[in-house]
């Protein structure tokens, strides 16, 4: 019977490692990745997946093979009465650290590549996020956000033109909410109160989900937006259309309130 | 001190018991034991509740607006049977907040601590006992605001068991944040308080009623580990609490700590605002990041006690363990904001996060190690709870791991919020401390009860549990690598995760199984409390000074005066002849005593 447990604790990395060569076999993996600073953090991902997926295996065969060696039933060996040794303790503690360190050193320029250095342009265009959809605005003629010229998409549709850095203004009209692009690795909370910006590259003209990704009430599962990657030439032609029914929408509301 | 204790409030056994005296023994009782005890049963009952939300939530995320059968229609009539998306985040938000304050916290501190503390230090009872009774009697306000918030209009809590305020912080946000957020925050208002209670206990009678002997480096690993428990528990909390105080506020008296100004949701003016919705992250991941280690501190004392034992072999790097959980402790308060990657909080602070964040997994490597290093060499054997410790350690490995990935702050860009974090954390906490609190019971029932639990049971409802975890959890990070986000009740609208149901229903069955195979335990438990068969002092031939006292012990525990030679893991010592050599065993004639205590190096 011990020979059971040992042989079901072998099992742990064995279907573990079987599981994740399997999975994209099955189509369970990372999306497909569609923009050029995803590429970076797929890297990345599969950096720590290989380096502790190794740890992993090592460990967990280590731990199998000294339950299948020490079995008080099996062994013949006389216990070892040591109470640690210094040695290993400094090589388990220093080899990890250095290894751990090297992890979070390399990071740092995908990060800050992501988050912190910003392109410095006008930005493609406001999201407002509120429960529970995507208000999308774009700049009009006079290149600036928030102003009367702005152009308004129909709620949950954005449109952007392909092989262009990408600059969005991100806020919140009510509760937190996520602004998540799976196909692009893009994910930034958005914070009623705050301006964050949020930047990226789409490399492929398709159609994408847009995700919410934080909490923000029963409606949640619902706020679905659609990303349209475009060619500059298709992109400008959504964009006038937009502009032209924002114009015919705003004088029926004018004409509305004369009428009144 | 023990004499007198004894004599103050003893005779329990008393054969006419007046209802006075009942409720003296059994219900207000001052002992640390049955304190313990009773923190144990209320706790493994709300670790009930929270397993059925769960199953809600299961069964939502593999047959989403599917009639549930047969309960269904009791539970949600309105809704002819059917999980409404509100009710939905309503279960996952109070899965978390029963798992996580009424079931792990004070399973661990109030029930193994309770029961043990005192036992494994050689006190004969904890240093405040009326302090003690009230950090249990403090769980029943929490308990009976909690239950109370289900019936409340609108239903419980359903803002997560975060809380992000604008939504917790504004009544009518949504259905969600009606008076059930209200009743939410004072429950965990009460569970604070007990929480400290106990603490304060803690760390009083661990620094104060050591028997003689017993130095801090005489302790076993579960009072260490209790003791930085206390101690992280005591800084941490009073942030959480004045955060929830302040919430409160923001909900019934509008002050605005944590909401903007000008704004308006569901058509409900907010107030003044002013506020900021990431103070309340901060505070809240002040504290609960520490608490993240409050919940598998204790787990990882209580498995190394139980690795050591079923070795039959001294614990390997007796100090560097110690070492590594006050190292855990104090990394502890530096890395809250790995929480808040993708929250809008700085991203240079994000990097300063992701550095202390990987050094926070060093300790944990290193704890690892020397679990390894403990059954190296030793004679295992496979009894219960040695099982379970066993799949602790190869469990926490692969929680463990995967924290690599979100600490790595690009890698989160994608994996914050999707079920990779699920996984994650239920490997720490299911895999790790539920796993734990299993062994933990069947190695300390006979010392509690005076009678062992079924072996061969045990080991069915290990097997059971071990491979359904591992079924419903480890699936869970390949949904993650699809980027599966949590707290959806609807997910396969989306393109993206259309073709992920397949794989959640998988889950879900994992689920349902491992739910049942918990029924094998509670028989276990209800079976061996009447009939189970008898144990004698030290059943598991262990080293710790609990098991020197009658089982189950009397009041004032110790029927002697123990006094602490050694260690607590001298298995297989050379200098007796039985491979176990208890703390209070006089060493033989002529050993230097001094000499074989300390730890070898």
Redesign the interface.
């Given at each position: 019977?011990?020979r059971f447990?040992t042989i079901?604790?072998l099992l742990?990395p064995i279907?573990?490692v079987a599981?994740?060569a399997l999975?994209p076999v099955y189509?369970?993996?990372?999306?497909d990745d569609f923009s050029e600073r995803?590429v970076?953090?797929d890297r990345?991902?599969y950096f720590?997946?290989y380096l502790?997926g190794a740890?992993?295996v090592v460990?967990?065969v280590?731990?199998f093979w000294?339950?299948w060696k020490?079995?008080?039933t099996k062994?013949d060996?006389?216990?070892?009465?040591?109470?640690?040794?210094?040695k290993?303790?400094i090589i388990?503690?220093i080899v990890?650290?250095a290894t751990?360190?090297f992890?979070?050193l390399y990071?740092?320029n995908?990060?800050?590549d992501?988050?912190?250095d910003k392109p410095d342009m006008v930005p493609t265009c406001k999201v407002v996020a509120r429960?529970f959809e995507w208000r999308i605005q774009y700049p009009g003629p006079d290149n600036e956000l928030d102003t009367p010229d702005d152009i308004y998409a129909p709620p949950n549709e954005m449109h952007v033109p392909v092989n262009e850095e990408i600059l969005i203004h991100l806020e919140s009209?009510?509760?937190?909410h996520?602004f998540?692009l799976?196909?692009f690795?893009?994910?930034?909370?958005?914070?009623?109160?705050?301006m964050?910006p949020v930047w990226f590259r789409a490399t492929e003209e398709n159609e994408y989900?847009l995700?919410c990704?934080?909490?923000?009430?029963?409606?949640?599962?619902?706020m679905?937006g659609r990303l349209t990657v475009e060619s500059r030439e298709e992109f400008d032609a959504w964009l006038a259309d937009q502009a032209r029914d924002n114009m015919a929408t705003q004088e029926t509301v004018s004409q509305d309130s004369e009428d009144q | 001190m023990s004499a007198t204790a004894v004599g103050a409030h003893g005779h329990a056994d008393s054969q006419s018991m007046s209802i006075g005296k009942f409720l003296s023994t059994y219900v207000f009782s001052l002992d640390h034991k049955v304190i313990g005890i009773q923190f144990l049963f209320s706790t493994l009952l709300w670790f009930v509740v929270g397993g059925l939300l769960a199953l809600g939530v299961r069964w939502q995320l593999a047959w989403p607006w599917e009639d549930m059968p047969v309960i269904g229609s009791m539970l949600y009539s309105a809704e002819g049977g059917q999980i409404a998306p509100e009710f939905y985040t309503m279960l996952f938000t109070m899965h978390a907040s029963v798992m996580i304050f009424f079931v792990i916290i004070p399973i661990l501190a109030g029930a193994f601590g309770n029961f043990l503390i005192p036992l494994m230090i050689g006190a004969d009872d904890m240093a405040f006992p009326v302090l003690n009774m009230l950090s249990y009697w403090f769980m029943w306000p929490a308990f009976i605001l909690m239950t109370l918030s289900f019936f409340v209009e609108g239903g419980a809590s359903a803002a997560g068991w975060t809380s992000y305020p604008p939504l917790s912080a504004i009544a009518g946000a949504a259905p969600a944040s009606n008076a059930g957020q209200s009743l939410w925050l004072l429950a965990l208002i009460f569970v604070g308080i007990s929480s400290m209670m106990g603490s304060v206990n803690y760390m009083t009678t661990i620094i104060q009623m050591r028997a003689p002997g017993m130095t801090m480096f005489r302790m076993p690993m579960t009072i260490w580990a209790m003791f930085i428990t206390a101690i992280l528990q005591a800084f941490a909390l009073p942030v959480l609490t004045a955060a929830l105080f302040m919430q409160y506020l923001d909900r019934e008296f509008g002050t605005g700590f944590f909401v903007p100004s000008g704004y308006v949701v569901n058509n409900e003016s907010v107030g003044a605002g002013g506020g900021q919705p990431l103070l309340w992250q901060h505070l809240f991941w002040f504290y609960s990041h520490p608490a993240v280690y409050i919940m598998i501190l204790p787990a990882m004392g209580m498995v190394s006690d139980m690795i050591a034992t079923f070795s039959r072999k001294p614990l390997f790097g007796y100090k560097p363990m110690v070492y590594s959980i006050s190292g855990i402790a104090g990394l502890g308060f530096i890395v809250w904001g790995h929480h808040m990657f993708m929250s809008g909080m700085n991203p240079a602070l994000g990097m300063t996060f992701m550095l202390s964040t990987m050094m926070i997994a060093l300790p944990s490597a290193i704890k690892t190690f020397n679990w390894l290093g403990t059954i190296w060499g030793g004679k295992i054997h496979f009894t219960t709870p040695m099982l379970f410790s066993l799949a602790f350690v190869s469990m926490f490995i692969i929680g463990g791991l995967s924290g690599i990935f979100m600490a790595a702050t690009p890698i989160d860009i994608f994996i914050h919020d999707t079920y990779f974090i699920v996984a994650h954390i239920h490997y720490v906490l299911f895999g790790g401390t539920a796993m734990a609190v299993f062994g933990g019971v069947y190695f300390w029932f006979p010392k509690m009860f005076g009678r062992m639990m079924n072996e061969a049971w045990g080991k069915v409802h290990f097997f059971l549990s071990f491979v359904f975890f591992n079924g419903t959890f480890f699936a869970m990070h390949i949904l993650g690598a699809g980027g599966f986000p949590r707290r959806l009740a609807d997910p396969y609208h989306y393109e993206t995760f259309k073709h992920m149901q397949p794989l959640n229903q998988f889950i879900t069955i994992c689920a349902i199984g491992m739910g049942l195979s918990q029924l094998i335990f509670a028989g276990n438990i209800i079976y061996s409390l009447f009939w189970g068969p008898k144990c004698g002092r030290n059943p598991w031939k262990s080293n710790t000074l609990e098991w020197t006292t009658p089982s189950p012990p009397g009041h004032g525990n110790f029927d002697f005066q123990p006094i602490v030679y050694r260690g607590p893991y001298e298995y297989a010592s050379p200098e007796v002849e039985e491979d176990y050599y208890l703390q209070t065993q006089p060493p033989p004639e002529g050993a230097d005593a001094e000499q074989s205590t300390e730890d070898g190096h």
């Open positions: 019977m011990n447990w079901l604790f742990v279907l573990g599981t994740f999975a189509g369970h993996w990372l999306p995803g970076n953090i990345l991902y720590i997946l502790t740890v992993f460990t967990e280590v731990m000294f339950m020490y079995d008080a062994t060996e006389p216990t070892k009465f040591t109470h640690g040794s210094h290993l303790e388990w503690t990890p650290a751990l360190l992890i979070a990071q740092m995908a990060w800050a992501a988050k912190i429960q009209d009510d509760v937190l996520s998540f799976p196909n690795r893009v994910k930034q909370d958005a914070v009623p109160g705050s964050i989900d995700v990704a934080e909490l923000c009430g029963w409606g949640h599962y619902k679905k | -």
